[in-house]
């Protein structure tokens, strides 16, 4: 049966690319999104010139809410303590204002947006399973001799009082089953082991409020965009709820529902499908990564990147958030089998910043895992490169030229071309260069500063190196 499946997808994959168009328009709102994962804040501020320069044009930043200072384990970010307040390892208000007056800019072209990973679906796992926040102890030291510390950390709402109560939340249960969408949209994320897991909050009237003025007072104070935690854990209804058209005005919203694949896998039917036709969100491209994945696997093929969005194993362009990796995939165990291979994930960043489509996410870590392999990846040789080369094509369409196991090759209008090579051997794409590139001028790949391509006649034959990515533009 398994050898049947995977020989329908094949040909199914095959059909799809006779029948469907390989010349897709541009979208000049793709620009890229530095996640700067669980840096400080003043962190974010120091290097805002030089974020700038790179040409970065947003930055996801941690959580800005009150969890616990005393503990710099990045997961605290993700346990709320209170969300009127901004307080923990990482920063409080006033550094978080002070970032983004350091990423604001007189000049638009420079300026960087600040979107802010919000947690809306929970609070924090302590005190004995507390459900009262932000507790009597915290309330205590907002009247204490430090209130007038509390009240410059503060966003919105009177700290006098608490802000939730048992009331606020769903039954202590936790997920036991996460293919029923019930349990996991309405259940707890418990870690096992008798642990009473995460508080999930109800989205009844008071909690919605708070939550909608959580939001907007995050943009009254500059922020741009919502990256929302754990989407997939909360319902469309209450997400919609949240999301009111004025608070959506402007801003660029997506959403973390992962997946392990796209139309036909399971989770993508059950939750990404309904949440991307239920709300305008946009949303983390994991059809595209499982897409990814598979065609640099062992036995797979780069034909299945030709354009996989056209048999729903990648979102439509537009609400496409796109990567390589996320900070989920090194720091829990449980995702670490999506880790790429090194080069592998070289040549994928080469793809996701070179197609055109979707706004591409580049991880920067700063908890060192791995060795620190992700620590300062943001301006790493190659990312910076490629960086310049995705802004050069802004605008530009995008076609398919030529395509096999090992290799791909497409070009952005005129401008620019981008192949890339799995395999432990050249490739060669002959290819009619009539109308699709300029004559008489050099293509220097942004890679290298070198390989230059001259077009002097109606064909050309692109050459790309052994486990290489190249990524030309025209001069």
């Known amino acids: 049966m398994q050898v049947i499946k995977t020989l329908f997808k094949r040909q199914l994959l095959r059909l799809m690319l006779l029948i469907t168009p390989l010349l897709f328009s541009g979208y000049a ?133 608490g802000l939730f109560s048992p009331w606020d939340f769903n039954p202590a249960n936790c997920i036991s089953n996460y293919n029923d969408v019930w349990q996991v949209q309405n259940w707890r994320l418990c870690g096992g082991a008798g642990d009473s897991g995460l508080p999930d909050l109800n989205p009844n009237n008071w909690v919605v409020q708070q939550q909608r003025a959580y939001l907007s007072a995050l943009k009254s104070l500059g922020v741009k965009g919502f990256r929302v935690d754990a989407a997939k854990h909360m319902s469309n209804w209450h997400i919609n709820q949240i999301f009111t058209s004025t608070i959506k005005n402007g801003m660029y919203v997506f959403g ?35 897409t990814i994945r598979s065609a640099f696997g062992f036995g797979g ?26 900070h989920d995939i090194p720091t829990n165990d449980g995702f670490r089998y999506l880790i790429m291979d090194p080069t592998d994930e070289y040549l994928a960043y080469a793809y996701v910043m070179g197609r055109d489509g979707g706004k591409p996410l580049i991880f920067s870590d700063s908890t060192g895992t791995d060795n620190n392999r992700w620590v300062n990846a943001y301006k790493a040789s190659h990312i910076s490169k490629m960086l310049n080369f995705h802004n050069r ?10 395509w096999n196991d090992c290799a791909i090759l497409f070009r952005r209008g005129q401008e620019g071309v981008v192949g890339i090579n799995k395999c432990g051997s050249s490739q060669n794409f002959n290819v009619n260069t ?19 391509v001259y077009i002097s006649g109606g064909n050309y034959t692109f050459s790309i190196p052994a486990r290489q990515a190249r990524m030309w533009y025209a001069d």
């Open 29 to 161: 709102s793709a620009e890229a999104i530095l996640h700067a994962f669980d840096w400080h804040y003043d962190e974010v501020a120091a290097k805002a010139t030089e974020i700038k320069n790179l040409g970065y044009k947003a930055v996801l930043v941690a959580p800005p809410l009150k969890s616990n200072a005393a503990n710099c384990a990045w997961w605290q970010r993700y346990q709320p303590q209170d969300i009127r307040v901004i307080d923990h390892c990482k920063g409080n208000k006033q550094s978080f204002v002070n970032m983004i007056n350091a990423l604001n800019d007189s000049n638009p072209a420079r300026k960087v947006d600040v979107y802010a990973d919000i947690v809306l679906n929970h609070m924090a796992n302590e005190r004995g399973g507390a459900t009262d926040f932000p507790g009597q102890a915290a309330l205590n030291s907002y009247s204490s001799n430090s209130s007038s510390y509390w009240n410059n950390q503060k966003l919105f709402g009177n700290l006098s009082q």
């Open 301 to 326: 093929s780069l034909s299945q990147l030709v354009n996989p969005a056209a048999y729903g194993q990648a979102l439509q362009n537009n609400r496409a958030v796109t990567f390589t990796v996320t």
């Open 434 to 452: 009539n109308g699709r590139f300029y004559w008489y001028r050099n293509y220097r790949d942004a890679l290298s500063g070198a390989n230059l």
């Open 393 to 402: 094509m802004q605008g530009q369409g995008m076609e398919m030229l030529a």
């Open 256 to 290: 973390e529902i992962i997946t392990s694949g796209g139309a036909g896998n399971n989770e993508y039917n059950s939750f990404l499908s309904p949440y991307l036709a239920n709300t305008d969100h946009k949303a983390y491209d994991f059809p595209l990564f499982n």
